[in-house]
């Protein structure tokens, strides 16, 4: 398993019953990068303020 499947996997698990975008706005980040990451979407790049709080 890929790093970013780990992530996706995690995420995922985390957000629970919030939808994408109840967990993104929680998180700090918006609701396209979070689906990326849930999807595993190949490459990305987090940059400065994405999903830090």
Do not use: V
């Amino acid at each position: 398993m890929i790093l970013s499947e780990i992530l996706a996997e995690n995420l995922k698990a985390r957000r629970g019953k919030l939808t994408q975008a109840e967990f993104a706005r929680k998180l700090g980040g918006s609701r396209a990068t979070l689906t990326r990451l849930e999807n595993a979407g190949g490459n990305f790049r987090l940059q400065g303020g994405d999903f830090i709080s």
